[in-house]
């Protein structure tokens, strides 16, 4: 058992940001203690959670990818478009957290409000945030952000339900075991307006937090793609690395490129994903994404430039499942199994 380490509370700065509205009443602040963060709930305890699809409750023979396609389908393809502070985004907020509590979580939201310069309008957004307790307090955060980009036309179903859909499964499968490392879930708000959500959590972790986690594991377009990667900080021990080596031993095919691949030609962070704050604050990170490195230097080109929009599947009007799937069939349940399959392994055997 590895040395508990104290924590700081954080402390939210939510007195000058107000969610918006929700259908159930907002109590007065309550602290609840779980092993990294104290956070305001934002329903009453008697309130009745969001809707879920009645197929919500998960099995070990389930085949990996199949609970991913449903909450895939509800995301995407029920609510649809989810730009940064809208009421869409809400709605996911609240399907999120209700997906949590169906599988025996007690999710908490995080708070944040940020200003469009554009629009010059506050809008407001929020973290969902799920905790499973391990053998060791030490973390491993798990990030997928729900919100979909600012184009009217685009369902987001690449980007990003399908990195929200993967952690979903994930947060079933590992509920009824005791993982090695404390895993700490958290859907992002509004990473397509700066990585707000990201930024927020990061910037409200105490030292003492920010030492204690292991590793930050990032989920972003994980379906449209013609090949499957990860990303991270490399070397012996590094997650990166190990789930190299435990998908060459399954026999899928994931490529690996390094942190600095990462990076803008200057060699600048790319501020693109949600591992960009945890990066900067010094924390180790992986990051899974479908996409094709042989088509463009910097991976935006995700297919051949016959389909999408000249290759881009992401940010158009043709990141949705029915295009995805009559376009490239098999793919979707393809890349769901493999993703979900090798992020179960590393939360329930990464030394």
Known sequence: MKRIIAFVLLTLALASCQAVPLSAPVPATVTVEIPILTLEPTHSPT????????????????????????????IAGDIGHRE????????TTEYIRGVFESLGYSPEVQKFSFYDEDEEQTFYSQNVIAIKKGQYDQVIVVGAHYDSAYENDTQGADDNASGVAVMLEVAGKVQGIEPPYTILFIAFGAEEYDLNGSHYFVDNMSKAERQNIV??????????????YIYGNHGPGTMRDWVLEDAASLGFELEGKTAQDMNNEDGSPCECADYDPFEKAGIPFAYFEATNWELSPDAMIQVD??????????????????YIDATFPGRIDHHLNLFVTLLFNLLTQYP
Request: proline share 6%; charged share 20%.
């Open 47 to 74: 309130s009745e959670p969001s809707p879920t699809p009645e197929t919500i409750a998960t099995s070990s023979s389930v085949e990996n990818g199949k609970m991913a396609r449903q909450y895939l389908q509800f």
């Open 305 to 322: 430039l016959q389909f999408g929009k000249r290759g881009e599947i992401r940010h158009t009007k043709f990141d949705t499942i029915s």
């Open 215 to 228: 590793g930050m594991f990032n989920l972003d377009s994980l379906i449209a793609g013609d090949k499957t």
């Open 84 to 91: 940064p502070g809208s009421a869409q985004e809400q709605q």
